[in-house]
């Protein structure tokens, strides 16, 4: 089998904390993976030998990031720990209990992402634990709720999660862009440049989550995948975590084309808010329609976020409350 050359960005885990001084944590990183030839290149490691093991090679050094960003240390005998085995005790590092450990890494409110600066992302509500919950033991979850109470923020990052684990190949974002509509033609730029106002909150929340360089890698390459809902038409996505935002704004057509794109070992999440509908009649909205559709359907979920779940500023929740009286 020919080898295979693959450049591996850091994702701002610093080269010296990795490396040691006079590369001696290298070389115990090089003994894990003896059948690998690794050349480190500041914040990139240049990767050569099987796919498969450059695969474990990448995930282990997730593994070993998170480490270093929950608890400020590694060293070069945690690193032959997670390299070899793949896990470590949170209680090495810190004394936490063995339910600590479990809550940590395998409960609703563990730690799902850390971003470039080292910040968790976590669930921090009570709904918010909920859908947590419902995306691991569901393939389809739809998740409805007002502004502000994290849909689509906690949606990327269970998809950055379920990406950095190696359960999907490839994430995929979707939202509707029917703000544009008959308009689209006339706004400058070529397609991707008209389109991207409408996709920026996804890219936002990527942002945060994904090292700016790590982020382009990805879309480069495919990995990460941003497009308008109409360009799902015709595809079939396996081992992918695929992602409809603004889903309210989706026609019950669109939304059974979406759906029906789901393939192997897949996952899909379907977030929006039914009180901010922008179609030019809101009774196209297909959302709530296919939501009862499904309800009783094995593997698919439905989380409903309430105000109780509102993470923005604190206005936010006194401006949604507000308007929910005046539509009563």
Same mark, same amino acid.
């Given at each position: +089998?020919?080898?295979?050359?693959?450049?591996?960005a850091?994702?701002?885990?610093?080269?010296?904390? *990795?490396?040691?001084?006079?590369?001696?944590?290298?070389?115990?990183?090089q #003994?894990?993976f003896?059948?690998l %030839?690794?050349?480190?290149?500041?914040e990139?490691i240049?990767? %050569? #030998?099987?796919?498969?093991?450059?695969?474990?090679?990448?995930?282990r050094i997730g593994? *070993?990031?998170d480490f270093?960003e929950?608890?400020? %240390?590694l !060293?070069?005998?945690?690193?032959?720990?997670?390299?070899?085995?793949?896990l470590?005790?949170p209680?090495?590092?810190?004394?936490?209990s063995?339910?600590?450990?479990?809550?940590?890494? !395998?409960?609703a409110g563990?730690?799902l992402?850390? #971003?470039?600066h080292?910040?968790?992302?976590?669930?921090?509500t009570?709904?918010?634990q909920?859908?947590?919950?419902?995306?691991? $033991?569901?393939?389809?979850?739809?998740?409805?709720?007002p502004?502000g109470?994290?849909?689509?923020?906690?949606?990327?990052?269970?998809?950055?999660n379920?990406?950095?684990?190696?359960?999907?190949?490839?994430?995929?974002l $979707?939202?509707?862009?029917?703000e544009?509509? %008959?308009?689209?033609?006339?706004l400058?730029?070529? +397609?991707k440049?008209?389109l991207?106002?409408y996709?920026?909150?996804l890219?936002?929340?990527?942002?945060?989550?994904l090292?700016p360089?790590?982020?382009?890698?990805?879309?480069?390459?495919?990995?990460v995948?941003i497009?308008?809902l109409?360009?799902?038409?015709?595809?079939t996505?396996?081992q992918?975590y695929v992602?409809?935002d603004?889903a309210? /704004?989706?026609?019950?057509?669109?939304?059974?084309m979406?759906? !029906?794109?789901?393939?192997r /070992?897949?996952?899909?999440?379907? !977030?929006?808010?039914?009180?901010?509908?922008?179609?030019?009649?809101?009774?196209?909205?297909?959302l709530?329609?296919v +939501?009862?559709?499904?309800?009783? &359907?094995?593997? &698919?979920a439905t989380?409903?976020?309430?105000?109780?779940?509102i993470?923005?500023?604190p206005?936010? #929740?006194a401006i949604?409350?507000?308007?929910e009286k005046e539509?009563?």
């Amino acid at each position: +089998m020919a080898a295979v050359h693959r450049t591996l960005a850091l994702d701002g885990l610093d080269p010296l904390v *990795l490396y040691g001084v006079n590369n001696a944590k290298f070389h115990v990183l090089q #003994g894990c993976f003896p059948s690998l %030839e690794l050349v480190a290149r500041g914040e990139e490691i240049r990767v %050569e #030998g099987d796919a498969d093991a450059i695969g474990v090679f990448e995930e282990r050094i997730g593994r *070993l990031r998170d480490f270093y960003e929950r608890h400020g %240390e590694l !060293t070069a005998r945690q690193i032959e720990a997670i390299c070899s085995d793949g896990l470590l005790q949170p209680s090495i590092a810190d004394g936490a209990s063995a339910a600590q450990a479990a809550q940590e890494t !395998t409960g609703a409110g563990r730690v799902l992402v850390y #971003g470039p600066h080292g910040q968790p992302v976590k669930a921090r509500t009570l709904g918010q634990q909920e859908l947590v919950k419902a995306a691991d $033991t569901h393939d389809l979850v739809f998740v409805t709720g007002p502004a502000g109470t994290g849909k689509t923020y906690t949606a990327i990052a269970l998809a950055v999660n379920a990406l950095r684990r190696r359960e999907v190949k490839r994430i995929v974002l $979707t939202r509707p862009a029917v703000e544009a509509g %008959e308009r689209l033609g006339f706004l400058p730029g070529d +397609m991707k440049e008209k389109l991207d106002p409408y996709l920026q909150p996804l890219y936002d929340a990527l942002n945060d989550m994904l090292p700016p360089r790590s982020l382009q890698a990805r879309m480069e390459d495919g990995t990460v995948q941003i497009a308008p809902l109409a360009y799902m038409r015709g595809r079939t996505l396996d081992q992918a975590y695929v992602i409809l935002d603004e889903a309210q /704004n989706a026609t019950l057509g669109q939304l059974k084309m979406f759906l !029906t794109r789901m393939g192997r /070992n897949a996952h899909f999440m379907v !977030t929006g808010d039914t009180t901010q509908i922008d179609l030019p009649d809101a009774k196209q909205s297909g959302l709530v329609r296919v +939501m009862r559709l499904l309800g009783g &359907v094995q593997g &698919v979920a439905t989380v409903e976020l309430g105000q109780d779940d509102i993470v923005r500023h604190p206005l936010v #929740g006194a401006i949604v409350n507000a308007f929910e009286k005046e539509v009563e």
